[in-house]
C-alpha cells in the first residue's frame, strides 16, 4: 500500500474487534513497539479431552465499560518474547485476530497482557501500523471523527 492510500490516524483511536465482540474501545497508537498488545486476565493455558493445547483468558477487566466477562478460548496461539517500554523481556501469548479501524478489519497478532495499571486497554504497534496507516501524534480520535461527518452527512442527505 502506497502513502497515498494509507490512512491517517492518531496517537489513540476507538477500534474494534469484531470476532472478540468488543466495540469502540480506546486503543493508544504506540510507533516504539512492534507487536499490538490487549488488555486480558486470568491467561490459562489447558489440555483439552483429545490432547490439543488451548488459551482461555478474559478481555478487559470489570472496571472497564465493554467488559463482558467472558471466557475466551483460541485453539491457535503462540508464546513470544516480547520486550516491554522498559527494555524487559517477557514472555506472551500471542493470539492472531481482527480488528477494525475505519471501515477496514485487519487480521493481526494481539500479545496477550496485564494493562490494568495502564491508562489504555489496547495498544496498536508498528506490525499493524506500517502498511495499513499513517499516524499523526497531534491529532486523536481521527477515525471515529470521521466517521460521525460521515454519519451526520448521511443523516442529512436522508431528511
Known amino acids: 500500500m502506497d502513502e497515498e492510500t494509507k490512512k491517517l490516524i492518531g496517537r489513540r483511536e476507538m477500534v474494534n474487534f469484531p470476532v472478540l465482540q468488543l466495540f469502540e474501545v480506546e486503543a493508544k497508537i504506540d510507533t516504539g513497539a512492534y507487536t499490538s498488545a490487549i488488555h486480558c486476565s486470568n491467561i490459562q493455558e489447558a489440555t483439552l479431552a483429545d490432547g490439543s493445547r488451548v488459551i482461555r483468558f478474559q478481555l478487559l477487566d470489570p472496571s472497564h465499560p465493554q467488559y463482558n466477562n467472558k471466557l475466551f478460548e483460541f485453539k491457535e496461539f503462540t508464546l513470544r518474547d516480547i520486550k516491554s517500554s522498559f527494555g524487559d523481556v517477557q514472555e506472551r501469548y500471542v493470539i492472531r485476530t481482527q480488528i477494525q ?49 460521515a454519519n451526520k452527512k448521511k443523516k442529512k442527505n436522508n431528511l
Open 101 to 149: 479501524l475505519y471501515e477496514e478489519i485487519i487480521q493481526t497478532d494481539f500479545s496477550l497482557s496485564d494493562r490494568r495499571d495502564l491508562k489504555y486497554p489496547v495498544l496498536i504497534g508498528r506490525s499493524l501500523l506500517q502498511n495499513n496507516f499513517i499516524v499523526d501524534v497531534s491529532k486523536k480520535n481521527v477515525a471515529l471523527k470521521r466517521k460521525k461527518k
